[in-house]
């Protein structure tokens, strides 16, 4: 079994920053691939940012905003968000893969084992 934790997640205007952070524990040797997704009220739960071996990658709106990066030695994984706009106000969840890792960075919410509690992030205008 693993654990996701995350935290960082606030209120903030546009325009501003926030780093979110994931801590995994439990078997995360077998981790394969982690995502960060997030869901807004209505909506379904959507990719943000994830890596594999295969790299890292970014869906359109946030490429050049956010970032994904990794501590392995502290098992977490980071997002940092700049330049925040309201429209990025949603429920943060960070994801973990143990499944084998077939190809590239995995976007869909089927293809990951493990979901963190999620964090609220809410940007004001």
């Known amino acids: 079994q693993v654990q996701l934790v995350e935290s960082g997640g606030g209120l903030v205007q546009a325009g501003g920053s926030l780093r979110l952070s994931c801590a995994a524990s439990g078997r995360t040797f077998n981790t394969r691939a982690m995502g960060w997704f997030r869901q807004a009220p209505g909506n379904e739960r959507e990719f943000v940012a994830g890596?594999?071996?295969?790299?890292?990658k970014y869906t359109d709106s946030v490429k050049g905003r956010f970032t994904i990066s990794r501590d392995d030695a502290a098992n977490t994984v980071y997002l940092q968000m700049n330049s925040l706009k309201p429209e990025d106000t949603a429920v943060y969840y960070c994801?973990?893969?143990?499944?084998?890792?077939?190809?590239?960075?995995?976007?869909?919410?089927?293809?990951?084992?493990?979901w963190g509690q999620g964090t609220q992030v809410t940007v004001s205008s």
């Open positions: 994801a973990l893969r143990t499944r084998p890792v077939l190809y590239g960075v995995y976007t869909q919410v089927s293809e990951y084992d493990y």
């Open positions: 890596w594999s071996v295969g790299g890292t």
